[in-house]
């Protein structure tokens, strides 16, 4: 369930301007679990800079063929608790307005797209035991 929810409650988050992102969070590690919305198959982002903005390299087979400059964009998404990054998604749909801060960019083989960041109840939108992003809790 929180395969298909979760995705759209996060994109939703960007209506709500408190929540978006306006620089990369510190402290990220080199990657991070990364998922294109509404697909099983999770794959990672190895993360580096250039600059002051992030350059995501996706590593996995499934990266959304057919970008646009209106279409397909990702999100990292953020825990508002702890403000730790719990990964990335990819999303085919309606970008972001032009006027949305833009982290960076995700590249998968010779296509690249834009990275926006969100902070969301983290809790609320992923499910420990079939988590949206990441493995699953071990259970005692």
């Not at 999770?42 to 400059?69: E, K």
């Not at 999100?75 to 990054?85: G, H, I, K, T």
Request: aromatic letters at 8%.
């Amino acid at each position: 369930m929180a395969q298909l929810i979760g995705p759209s409650l996060i994109q939703d988050q960007l209506r709500l301007l408190p929540f978006v992102l306006t620089e990369p969070p510190r402290g990220l590690p080199g990657s991070l679990p990364a998922r294109v919305a509404g697909s099983a198959q999770q794959s990672t982002v190895a993360i580096t800079y250039s600059g002051q903005r992030l350059a995501l390299a996706y590593q996995g087979a499934n990266f959304p063929p057919y970008p646009s400059d209106s279409t397909v964009y990702a999100l990292l998404v953020v825990d508002d608790s702890s403000q730790r990054a719990q990964g990335v998604l990819l999303y085919e749909g309606q970008r972001p307005p032009r006027s949305y801060p833009q982290l960076g960019m995700v590249s998968g083989g010779d296509k690249t797209i834009p990275l926006y960041g969100v902070r969301v109840d983290w809790g609320g939108v992923s499910n420990p035991h079939c988590p949206l992003l990441g493995s699953p809790a071990s259970t005692p």
